[in-house]
């Protein structure tokens, strides 16, 4: 059984930013590939980000790309997630999730992961 911890989350105006963490037993190596989702109240977990361990390909929401930005430090087994310029509908409880294997083409499939962190809010108001 993976651990998943995430962190970093908060109260950031609009505008701002913030940078997640997601620690996850183990090595990297032992992951096909960590992601991040994000719940909004009385909307459906959806998918943020996504690292594949085996080439650092990354995936992101259209709704994020250009601000967020995935990454990993592979000697802390730690994947980020650096959030700018932060808009109110990023409000959210974001988690980190892990994949043992290859689970098809969408890598924001949330049934291909999996170990979930307890995840981290964010609230991003002014």
């Known amino acids: 059984q993976a651990e998943v911890v995430e962190s970093g989350g908060g109260l950031v105006q609009p505008g701002g930013s913030l940078r997640l963490s997601c620690t996850a037993s183990?090595?990297?190596?032992?992951?096909?590939?960590i992601g991040w989702f994000r719940q909004a109240p009385e909307m459906e977990r959806e998918g943020v980000s996504c690292?594949?361990?085996?080439?650092?390909?990354?995936y992101y929401a259209d709704s994020v790309k250009g601000r967020f930005t995935i990454s990993r430090d592979n000697d802390k087994n730690i994947v980020y997630l650096q959030m700018n310029d932060l808009k109110p509908e990023d409000t959210a409880i974001y988690y980190c999730?892990?994949?043992?294997?290859?689970?098809?083409?969408?890598?924001?499939?949330?049934?291909?992961?999996?170990?979930w962190g307890k995840g981290t809010l964010v609230t991003v108001s002014s």
């Open positions: 999730a892990t994949a043992l294997q290859a689970y098809g083409s969408d890598w924001s499939d949330i049934y291909g992961m999996d170990y």
């Open positions: 183990g090595s990297h190596l032992d992951y096909y590939a």
């Open positions: 690292i594949r361990m085996s080439d650092d390909s990354t």
